[in-house]
């Protein structure tokens, strides 16, 4: 069993940086692959970043590569999202989770989800 909770969604202006956590609890963490997803208002859950159990593979939709870094720490069973050049379309609630490889996590086939954290980017 993994629990995962989110962190670090806020309120901040397009172009500025926001940068999630997730902090997963359960001794199992380092065999999961993680990522996070998003949900804006009115739409369907998106894929947004994923990256393997080990970090080698890291993974991005193309309406944020470039701008988003996802990374890991196993010490402290933490994935975070740096989030830059932030743009109102950006504007969702975001879920981190938790998926047997990164390619069920791109396809949102996870076996864990957060609770989300709402981020909002004003123009």
């Known amino acids: 069993q993994v629990q995962l909770v989110e962190s670090g969604g806020r309120l901040v202006q397009a172009g500025g940086s926001l940068s999630l956590s997730c902090a997963a609890s359960?001794?199992?963490?380092?065999?999961?692959?993680m990522g996070w997803a998003r949900q804006a208002p009115g739409k369907e859950r998106e894929f947004v970043a994923a990256?393997?159990?080990?970090?080698?593979?890291?993974d991005y939709s193309m309406s944020v590569k470039g701008r988003f870094s996802i990374s890991r720490d196993g010490a402290k069973n933490t994935v975070y999202l740096q989030m830059n050049s932030l743009k109102p379309e950006d504007t969702a609630v975001y879920y981190c989770?938790?998926?047997?490889?990164?390619?069920?996590?791109?396809?949102?086939?996870?076996?864990?989800w957060g609770q989300g954290t709402q981020v909002t980017v004003s123009s």
């Open positions: 989770a938790a998926g047997p490889n990164y390619y069920d996590v791109r396809r949102l086939r996870n076996d864990y």
């Open positions: 359960g001794r199992t963490f380092s065999t999961y692959a």
């Open positions: 990256i393997s159990w080990n970090s080698d593979i890291t």
